[in-house]
């Protein structure tokens, strides 16, 4: 559905990494939230704020966000 409608996708779904490089599926961006243990208060504040300082660079990459630490994998053609 988010491909249908050309949205990011936010998952803790950790096999969303394997349809975005290993099965190629196009997408307009995954973010893959590792938050798990946390307040739900907490991983909210945690994912506004990194989409805040980095939501232009998502599009059209893997981002993976955890306590502490945002990867950003652009993908690659």
Known sequence: MANQQDNI???RDKDSGELVYRINRVTQGVILVR???LHPDTKA???SAAIAAHGAETIGAFTVI???N???RKRTA
């Open 9 to 11: 996708l936010a998952t």
């Open 70 to 72: 945002i990867r950003i």
């Open 45 to 47: 504040n945690i994912v």
């Open 35 to 37: 938050l798990d243990g």
């Open 66 to 68: 955890s306590a502490g």
